[in-house]
């Protein structure tokens, strides 16, 4: 079996690395299909990604994983209502998709100030070991 997975994984690298060579080819050449079967593959890829990880992390399913998702999803409902969703004149984007992105980055600051307070608490802890 893992013989079988491993030729399985070489051919589609060597696929992949082919068309990727060759849709480098035709965006030199000026072809935009060559940007277009580019972003095709990378969707592909992206999609197989996130499958295999989804399949390879539901294998290890605990209680503290599901503790720690469903707080990851209560603070991402918490940074979507916090956000206004306000949108400049200057940008072209909608009222929902700029809910989406402030939400977006209220989480990331959020991870931010909880990843550097993590970090103190570790290093003042060890100084008073």
């Given at each position: 079996?893992?013989?079988?997975?491993?030729?399985?994984?070489?051919?589609?690298?060597?696929?992949?690395?082919?068309?990727?060579?060759?849709?480098?080819?035709?965006?030199?050449?000026?072809?935009?299909?060559?940007?277009?079967?580019?972003?095709?593959?990378?969707?592909?890829?992206?999609?197989?990604?996130?499958?295999?990880?989804?399949?390879?992390?539901?294998?290890?399913?605990?209680?503290?994983?599901?503790?720690g998702?469903?707080?990851?999803?209560?603070?991402?409902?918490?940074?979507?209502v916090?956000?206004?969703g306000?949108?400049?004149?200057?940008?072209n984007?909608?009222?929902?998709?700029?809910?989406?992105?402030?939400?977006?980055?209220?989480?990331?600051?959020?991870?931010?100030?909880?990843?550097?307070?993590?970090?103190?608490?570790?290093?003042?802890?060890?100084?008073?070991?």
């Open positions: 079996m893992h013989q079988g997975s491993n030729l399985i994984g070489r051919i589609a690298q060597w696929a992949i690395m082919g068309l990727g060579v060759l849709f480098t080819i035709m965006i030199f050449a000026g072809s935009d299909a060559g940007i277009d079967g580019g972003l095709w593959i990378t969707y592909i890829a992206l999609g197989i990604a996130a499958i295999a990880t989804l399949g390879f992390s539901l294998q290890g399913l605990t209680k503290k994983s599901l503790i998702l469903g707080a990851f999803l209560a603070l991402f409902v918490v940074a979507y916090l956000d206004g306000t949108v400049r004149p200057g940008w984007v909608t009222e929902s998709t700029s809910k989406w992105i402030g939400a977006g980055l209220i989480l990331m600051y959020i991870a931010l100030i909880g990843a550097i307070c993590m970090i103190l608490y570790g290093e003042i802890t060890r100084m008073f070991k």
